[in-house]
Structure formats: C-alpha cells, structure tokens
C-alpha cells in the first residue's frame, strides 16, 4: 500500500513509498483493528519532520511514516474487539506507553521518559498511509454526525487537555469563576482553542500577527462571538487596558517572546497555558522583577502542556458536537484545503510551507471518501 514517508534529519526528504498493508493480527490479544484511513490532517509538527528539526524513525528503519492528525474507519476487527465494528468512524490517539511510570499507568502523554513513542512523529509509524492497524485501546469512536470535522479532534485533543490541567489545578481555588481568556495565536490550534473556551461561556479575545480586514481567521474568531485584534496594532499587554487582565490565557503562537507579554497580562489567580513546541534558540531580556512579583503577589500559575490522552479526545468529540450544535458549519469552515490523494503530498508540503499565501487553515489529506 502507499504512504508517505521522511527519512529523519534528512530536509524536504518526504516522498510517496509502497510498504506493507498491516494486518489486525499485528496487534497483540485479539485487540487489533484494521483501519481505512479517510483523511489526514498536516501541521507544523509535520512541515518541522520534513524540515529535518524533529522526528525519529522506528527501530529497524531508516524512515518515518508522517502523520498524526487522523480520520479513518474501521475495515476489520480482531476476535477480541466488542467496542468497535466494521464501518466504525474512528480517530487514533498519539503517543504510546514507553516505560515510566505514568506509561504504565495509562498516563504516557505525562511520561518523564526522555525517549517517548508517538505515531508518525517519534519512533512509530504514522498515519499518512492508506491503511493502519491500531490496538482497540488507543480507537476513539466517532459519531458519524461531526464524520465530516473529525480530522480536527486530534488537534483538538490538545487543547482539551490543557484547559482540564488548567480546572484542575485551579481546584487549589475554592471558587474559581473565570470570565475572560485571550488566545494567543489563531492559527488552526489557536482557532480550536477559541471555540472549547466559547462553548464554555468565557468571553474571548483572539490574537494574531495578520491585520483583520480580509483575514479568514478573524472572521472566524469574531463569527463565534470572540474578538480579534492584530498583534501588530496593539500588544497582549496594552490589550488589558481594553479588556481587562485575563483570567485564562491560552498561548499558542510558536513564538516565545510572547510568552513574557502574556504573564504580565493575567488576573489576579489566573492561569496561563503554554502550548509551543518552539524548537529555536531564541533569547529575550524581560522585567524579570515586576513578572515574579506579579505571580507570587497574585497567585498566579502558569504551566506547559503537550499531546493529550484518551479522555482528552472524549471531552473533544462533546466539544466538536456541541460546536455543530451551536455554530452549524463553524468547524467546516477551518478546513481551508483538502487535498486529494497521497500522491500529491508535494501540494500538501507546499501549501504548510506557505500557509500565509494560501491563506490556508487546515490543510489535509482525503485519502479516501467519505
Ligand atoms: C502532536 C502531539 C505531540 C506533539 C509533540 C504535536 O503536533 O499533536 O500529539 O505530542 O506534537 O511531539
């Protein structure tokens, strides 16, 4: 069957390649479950493997099979499988149980090993492929009403994640009633993260870099009742004398100076999540003084947060349901560029490499139909 494959460490190495069909008999216990993949969404995660930043190939080759943002349906089930059947719309998680602790409870995406296994990222096969076996265990059901948005959950995954860290570690709080969130970044993560918080009631400030007028991204923002205000008009910080400090700030720009701009932007008792996997060197002089004051006279915490767990993407189905409910063809409008066929992946990279130009908010993969 074909996928598309990188050879990690190896710049714009990425190429169509014929490999093996899996078989549900690959996975152990019976649990197995054959998948045709339908769509597969393509992030900077993926556009920084084919840049030879990140990624690691398996033991035993000299290739990664890319591919993580996930949508498929269920071709075949091992003897073991009650919770699924064939024709089953379903979205895979990520990472893999490696050794720690966490790992071994179930808890991998807090592993504290420094060697961690994720599908088409690190050490594990992707899923930019026309087919891929999966245990059971790691298959969220999808209900065929949101088939069409699905590709958004594994990103979605992520935010849900950070927002439930966020409630729970402001149970420190004996009430906690927050009203206000920025959302740093509204890219498509960014745009994910201001629709959970919208669902949720806060009121919602959007930031980005581009200006407003004909930007998609702050139509969206402003379609679902959050605003929207360039970076280049007005920082983070002088955003507060329009708005108020924040009491959620969401940070998912891939770009750290903003970082120190967000802690000097939040309420009394707020929270600030960091999301950015930023894998540069770059440096910045900040008013390390008045920031430390800040937090500790304030209360305030700020935490990092990465991949996301089963009942991340549960939470991620109800949000990408309710959103439906509530904004009928919101989501739809996130999927700026399907691209048809695996056989064009150069399309696909080329689309990521110049996402401003394409004006692109999700560009996927449909490998096959629906
Ligand atoms: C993926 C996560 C992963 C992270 C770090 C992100 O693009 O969505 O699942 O944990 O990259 O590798």
Known sequence: MKAIAVTPKQKDSARLVEIDKPNVADVKDGRGVLVEVLRVGACGTDREINNAEYGIAPEGFDFLVLGHENFGRVAEVGESVNELAVGDF????????????????????????????????????????????????????????????????????????????????????????????????????GLLTVMALRLRGYEVHGFGRNEREGYLNAELCEAIGATYDSTAEISVQDSTKKYGEYDLIFECTGYSPIVFDAMQSLNENGVLILSSVTGGDKTVEVPSDRINQQFVLGNRAMFGTVNANREHFELGVKDLALCEAMYAGWLARMLTHPVEGLKNYEKVFEILNNAGEYKAIKTYFEVNKI
């Open 90 to 189: 379903v979205v895979a998680t990520v990472r893999r149980p490696g050794h720690s602790f966490y790992d071994r409870i179930g808890e991998q995406d807090f592993t504290t090993d420094s060697e961690y296994f994720e599908r088409g990222i690190s050490r594990l096969h992707g899923y930019m492929a026309e087919f891929y076996a999966e245990s059971a265990d790691f298959l969220i059901k999808i209900p065929p009403a949101i088939k069409d948005v699905a590709v958004l959950l594994e990103p979605l995954s992520i935010i849900e994640k950070g927002l439930k860290q966020a409630s729970d570690i402001q149970e420190r709080l004996k009430i906690w009633r927050p009203k206000t969130a920025a959302v740093l970044g509204t890219g498509s993560v």
